[in-house]
């Protein structure tokens, strides 16, 4: 004990004037290469540096400065990370972006480096987060020289096409696993045979259309000659690559389980109805974040493999629910997780049998309007996590914010929806009716019932 009293105190004493080794002060030593601890004025920048440059290097792929996948974006922009709530300056266990890397949620493409995760944590820990100057903080460190690029293609435009997808498309979308179960991009036999391409036909080809929909990248959408090249590329003919590039592994088969007893028809529609409320705001009926869209639809679910039936662990929709990564806003009840891993156990209903998704009857009240409007259309984006334009809607005193009681109509609830910027997805703008119903509470008081 009394070994440990006097290097402790040696340290603390001779912290600024001496370089330690990393492992004698308990810090992991791949996080060495990336601080200079010579003197603490160094640190700080250092430090905020090398964490921005790591965000910058895995994230900014999919969150932009502007916007972002899951609406989460300017993640090198320290300002705009406290402000939305992502980061605690001081406190990591709290701070949202740190939990996701910790917890190899993010990115997508696998996880960070231990040091990189811990050059972050000590960032946040040590209040570096809070020393942002106001706008956009870059990172200072040049970026690394890009590894050299694969063996030439077969063809010209074959390269250049694989090329745009490799440099835009696989921080997501890995060479043998990926966002939404999408792979293997820049291996042609693979994009064929998982029919991601249709070689002569762009048109049929999925990706292709995601691209030219601007659904893909998340981040934005490609330039107009990328995209023409891509178009070119596949409307030419896609030549196999004939084992020039890494090849994809094939997946171990699995026996098909045995389906499991039919449970009673109505937990689908709860199911899907937990979908709805939580999930629709962001994924549409056709097009959604991360080209993840139809939620709601059976049919569609199991034709994209995103739900297996009769195996909740291997249904994309359900792995990423319970694990806390969806819906981004924060982890769904552990009731409705369980009534959606049920409903998958058991036998799906497909096809026009489908019974339909429970509707309560309209009515203007708080719980309704909460229930029915707010959360599946708008709560996404303005959540006690991440107050997009100030405005938190998954509690009622975040909703009489927007409220004017004395002025129904001039309550930005109200103006912002009617006018039909909000919500800002296709498919998701208020009926007249909603809206009516929206105006009647508030113009009684915007009771809380």
């Not at 701070?95 to 944590?121: A, F, H, W």
């Not at 792995?319 to 409903?343: C, F, H, N, Y």
């Amino acid at each position: 004990m009394n070994k440990q009293i006097i290097i402790i105190s040696y340290f603390a004493i001779s912290m600024t004037a001496c370089s330690f080794p990393m492992s004698l002060i308990g810090l992991n030593p791949e996080v060495s290469s990336n601080l200079n601890l010579s003197s603490s004025a160094s640190l700080d920048a250092d430090l905020q540096a090398s964490a921005l440059q790591i965000l910058s290097q895995n994230c900014t792929a999919c969150h932009g400065s502007s916007s972002g996948s899951a609406n989460i974006y300017g993640l090198t922009d320290v300002n705009h990370l406290i402000a939305d709530g992502l980061i605690v300056p001081g406190d990591p266990n709290q701070s949202y972006l740190l939990r996701v890397i910790q917890n190899n949620q993010m990115p997508p493409s696998g996880p960070l480096s231990q040091g990189d995760k811990e050059t972050l944590r000590l960032w946040i820990l040590g209040g570096g987060a809070g020393n942002g100057s106001g706008g956009t903080t870059q990172p200072t460190n040049p970026a690394p020289t890009p590894a050299p690029g694969p063996a030439p293609l077969p063809t010209d435009l074959q390269g250049q096409a694989l090329q745009v997808l490799s440099q835009n498309c696989t921080a997501c979308h890995g060479a043998t696993s990926g966002s939404a179960g999408v792979f293997g991009l820049t291996n042609a036999d693979h994009l064929i045979s998982s029919g991601l391409v249709v070689s002569g036909n762009p048109s049929a080809s999925r990706i292709f259309n995601v691209i030219q929909g601007g659904s893909m990248p998340p981040r934005g959408p490609l330039a107009a000659g990328d995209q023409e090249t891509i178009r070119k590329w596949i409307a030419a003919g896609v030549t196999s690559d004939g084992g020039s590039q890494t090849p994809v592994p094939a997946p171990n088969p699995t026996p098909t389980p045995a389906p499991a007893p039919s449970l009673p028809s109505d937990i689908q529609g709860q199911a899907l109805r937990i979908l709805s409320q939580n999930c629709t705001a962001c994924h549409g009926e056709t097009s959604g974040s991360a080209g993840v869209y139809g939620l709601t639809n059976v049919d569609h679910l199991l034709s994209s493999g995103l739900v297996v039936e009769g195996d909740p662990t291997k249904s994309r929709v359900f792995t990423v629910i319970q694990s806390g990564v969806m819906p981004p806003r924060g982890a769904l009840a552990a009731a409705d997780q369980e009534i959606i891993r049920k409903w998958i156990a058991s036998e799906m209903v497909t096809g026009p049998n489908q019974p339909p998704i429970p509707v309560p009857s309209p009515e203007a009240t708080f719980k309704y309007i909460s229930n029915e409007i707010l959360t599946p259309k708008c709560v996404a984006c303005h959540n006690v996590s991440n107050k997009k334009g100030g405005y938190a809607f998954d509690t009622y005193s975040g909703v009489v914010k927007a409220v004017n009681k004395s002025t129904p109509t001039d309550s930005d609830l109200y103006k912002e929806t009617k006018k039909g910027d909000m919500p800002p997805r296709p498919g998701t703008v208020l009926n007249s009716e909603q809206l009516n119903l929206l105006l009647t509470w508030i113009k009684a008081g915007a009771p809380n019932n």
